[in-house]
């Protein structure tokens, strides 16, 4: 599009519309800003840890030291079982792939209003944002899974031949993460008391989630009322954290209902979320 005016000459303009068509996301577009994504990666790295002391070992620390202290409260003082394993490996087994799920929600929850000052400025994908969060954690996570290694190491565990599946269940927890991410980063936009929302959700899904304790526990009291196993794969966690004990441990039953129940509901809230996310869209610059 070009426009001019009296006595001088035609100056290209550029006119930004909103996709046509039913599509959440466009993948060329979002090809076309992967430098973009990788700057934001490695901002979020930069900043998190920036001016600390021990630098990117929180990544290690944070699921290291709530280990430590899930070990001496739940599992000497309280006895909860570990299905025959190790306390400490049973339940950094857990913490692993739940941190990546908490830090990774309450990161992309806030990814648009942290970046406001980007958003109002200059046109880009803004589905980048929250896929920048999400991938931030998974940097971590994959920091921290050297220690799961060197624990099975230490207590003499060797990963059984279903630690192949390890990459999908890793690509389950990132959709999880993501879709919940999408919708909440989108929700936030709009109503800043949702911050608060996810950081309660957060606490309880510790405690909901199979993380301190087997899932056989509740599996059992679900058989008990008459219910499948499936019902407690309806929380996304619980697939990935059960099917990553038993993928890279050997622990525990194979959890396949529990898992096709997390990636149902897990593909479910990504496709619900893009196509939620894509219709607030065109409001965020306004509104952020």
């Not at 936030?188 to 608060?196: A, G, K, L």
């Not at 396949?256 to 939620?276: M, T």
Request: proline share 6%; glycine share 8%.
């Amino acid at each position: 599009m070009e426009a001019k005016s009296a006595g001088s000459p035609l100056v290209p303009v550029a006119v930004i519309e909103p996709r046509g068509g039913w599509a959440p996301w466009d993948l060329r577009e979002l090809w076309e800003y992967r430098e973009l994504l990788y700057f934001l990666v490695w901002r979020d790295l930069k900043v998190r840890y920036k001016q600390t002391v021990l630098g990117a070992s929180w990544a290690i620390l944070q699921p290291l030291l709530t280990m430590i202290v899930f070990t001496v409260f739940f599992g000497t003082l309280a006895r909860v079982p570990s299905d025959g394993l190790p306390y400490p490996l049973f339940s950094y087994a857990g913490l692993l792939p739940w941190t990546f799920f908490s830090q990774g929600l309450a990161q992309s929850a806030n990814s648009l209003v942290g970046s406001a000052h980007l958003i109002r400025k200059v046109y880009f994908p803004r589905l980048i944002v929250p896929v920048a969060a999400v991938l931030t954690c998974a940097v971590d996570f994959a920091v921290a899974f050297v220690v799961l290694l060197g624990l099975m190491a230490v207590y003499g565990v060797a990963p059984t031949l279903a630690v192949a599946l390890v990459p999908l269940l890793v690509l389950l927890a990132v959709v999880s993460v993501l879709g919940a991410g999408v919708w909440l980063s989108a929700l936030s936009v709009e109503y800043r008391d949702f911050r608060h929302v996810v950081a309660f959700a957060l606490q309880i899904g510790l405690f909901v989630s199979p993380v301190i304790y087997p899932s056989r526990i509740v599996i059992e009291r679900l058989a008990g009322l008459g219910l499948p196993a499936w019902i407690y794969g309806l929380n996304p966690a619980v697939g990935v954290i059960e099917g990553f004990r038993w993928a890279l441990l050997g622990v525990g039953t194979e959890p396949w209902a529990l898992i096709a129940a997390s990636s149902a509901v897990s593909i479910l809230v990504l496709v619900s979320g893009l196509f939620y996310f894509r219709r607030m869209e065109r409001t965020f610059a306004d509104v952020v």
